[in-house]
């Protein structure tokens, strides 16, 4: 399994991005995909995680209400829409996935929030 995180950049505090996840496989392949995120010097934390089959979705505490995790079944793409951005959302960025007991991840994209 291949996974490609795109869509970072830099914005001002208040802005919004939106990253995709393109995945190596069909997504019902997959158990979950999940955005995780990692500052410098900081431990990589779960932003959000979507249940590909179920549909269930879970945030992080610290984007509940700013940022929204879907999914494109045929086009094998799982989207982190990022609203009111902080200075605090800045990181690295990246798309995870499990199957089969196997973690899987792609390399991250770097998210920049001016103040």
């Known amino acids: 399994v291949q996974l490609q995180a795109s869509g970072g950049g830099l914005v001002q505090a208040g802005g919004s991005l939106r990253l995709s996840c393109t995945a190596s496989v069909d997504l019902l392949m997959l158990h979950t995909v999940a955005w995780y995120r990692q500052a410098p010097g900081a431990e990589r934390d779960m932003v959000a995680s979507?249940?590909?089959?179920?549909?269930?979705?879970d945030y992080g505490n610290a984007v509940k209400g700013r940022f929204t995790i879907s999914k494109d079944n045929p086009q094998k793409m799982v989207y982190l829409q990022m609203d009111n951005l902080k200075p605090e959302d800045t990181a690295v960025y990246y798309c995870g996935a499990l199957r089969l007991d196997r973690s899987f991840w792609g390399r991250g994209t770097q998210v920049t929030v001016s103040s």
């Open positions: 979507i249940h590909i089959s179920l549909g269930t979705i």
